[in-house]
């Protein structure tokens, strides 16, 4: 029998499950919607039981397709800061405050006084802020572990609670280059017995709880591994692999990940740093992207002027486009203006300039994070709406110097697949 290895994704709108085998194709495939979070001006919660039954129905649905018998190992991944509080069998004392939810506005402004800038912990989305919101009610009294989607979900899977992974765990204050939970959250009086022991995404947890193997038709041996946040599984799906590996996320704002041998960051630029094993994925995000472009032509109007690009040909105009004024990376300056003249009679030279423009604010990016010691970008893999583009593909090669490329794959549960596979990042 072949084996066979399966990665849970928890995403916003629904879970979803893929299975690949040793040679990391991809042989089945299954989703399931969840329920849209509760809303209530600033707070966003969910019933954690909600991610766990559609947990079970997508493994269900795809053992329609695949021979669940011949699964290996498990890796589940989540959305990022989103955070329960449970007892100590694992049950949820708490609704999951999801990765959106910004009520603890008054936590955060305690954690922005005592954490580093450089922390992961910052703001009051983040999951130390809602750790503290959640301690200040009387659910105190009864949460034993602080556990993120993914770590939950899997702790289901194998009957072990209090384990975490580098990535989901950086936004509850976790120090990722000393690799421990720093002394600073004890001025928070964070009590240290509620936070997860962190292991390296990949690593095993232990093997599927005999009951949920029966109820799921997985064999008993079957290996639960701590997973990832979604952006980081996103990334391990594009195969980028060495450093100087690069993905540009082409959609409404331009959000840029770069593979790293050491840590980069920039807390005035929003530049932090996950850990991938012994490598490092840097990122930083600028306010041009999609939404500078429709603030001048509508979708319709690009798709008709696109097969009309002339990328061989530059237009020489010396574009920086953003919607309003104000950026982040790779310049922080919050009044920035957009340079956007002069502005040809042209539609199409127009489309092209800005084009251009958003491809030389990806280089001066890149080169940002190589002046904060990143390495060298090698090449450029590209996910999102306009990757689709290939006048602008080409137009990024040129001025990006490296080769750029459309990535075959880039579903959050086949990267966490591929972490269930390796037994550790890339």
Not at 100 to 116: C, L, Q
Not at 222 to 240: E, H, K, N, P, Q
Request: aromatic share 6%.
């Amino acid at each position: 029998m072949t084996p066979l290895f399966l990665g849970i994704d928890i995403g916003t709108s629904g879970v979803r499950a893929c299975a690949i085998d040793g040679e990391e194709r991809i042989v089945g495939a299954a989703s399931v919607a969840l329920p849209p979070p509760r809303r209530d001006g600033a707070a966003i919660d969910q019933e954690p039981e909600f991610w766990w039954q559609a947990t079970c129905d997508a493994i269900r649905a795809l053992g329609r397709s695949v021979d669940l018998s011949a699964i290996w190992r498990i890796a589940v991944d989540g959305t990022s800061g989103t955070l329960l509080l449970t007892d100590a069998a694992g049950r949820p004392v708490s609704p999951g405050l999801m990765y959106n939810d910004a009520r603890s506005t008054h936590e955060a402004a305690r954690i922005k006084g005592i954490a580093p800038a450089e922390s992961g912990a910052h703001g009051p989305s983040a999951a130390l802020a809602k750790l503290l919101y959640l301690l200040g009610t009387s659910i105190r009294t009864q949460a034993r572990h602080a556990l993120h989607q993914a770590d939950w979900v899997a702790g289901r899977l194998a009957n072990r609670f209090g384990v975490s992974d580098e990535n989901n765990a950086l936004k509850l204050g976790y120090d990722p280059v000393t690799r421990s939970w720093p002394a600073w959250l004890d001025a928070l009086q964070v009590p240290c017995s509620l936070l997860p022991e962190v292991l390296v995404p990949g690593s095993s947890i232990g093997t599927v709880d005999p009951k949920a193997a029966a109820m799921l038709g997985l064999p008993e041996t079957t290996i639960i591994c701590v997973g990832t946040t979604d952006g980081v599984a996103s990334f391990i799906a594009t195969r980028a692999s060495a450093p100087g590996d690069a993905v540009t996320s082409l959609g409404t704002t331009l959000v840029l990940k770069l593979l790293s041998d050491r840590p980069i960051f920039a807390p005035a630029q929003g530049v932090y740093s996950h850990r991938l094993g012994e490598r490092w994925l840097a990122g930083g995000a600028s306010n041009s992207g999609g939404a500078a472009l429709l603030a001048h032509f509508s979708a319709e109007r690009m798709a008709e002027l696109m097969p009309l690009l002339s990328p061989e040909k530059p237009t020489g105009l010396d574009y920086y486009p953003l919607p309003k004024p104000g950026e982040r990376f790779p310049i922080s300056d919050p009044v920035l203006p957009p340079r956007l003249s002069p502005r040809p009679a042209d539609d199409v030279q127009f489309f092209q300039g800005l084009l251009e423009g958003i491809a030389a604010v990806e280089a001066l990016a890149y080169q940002a994070l190589k002046d904060l010691g990143a390495p060298s970008l090698q090449r450029v893999i590209s996910i999102g709406g306009g990757a689709r583009n290939t006048a602008w593909t080409a137009m990024r090669h040129r001025i990006l110097g490296v080769p750029v490329s459309v990535a075959e794959e880039t579903e959050a549960s086949f990267g966490v697949a591929l972490l269930a596979l390796h037994g550790g990042p890339p």
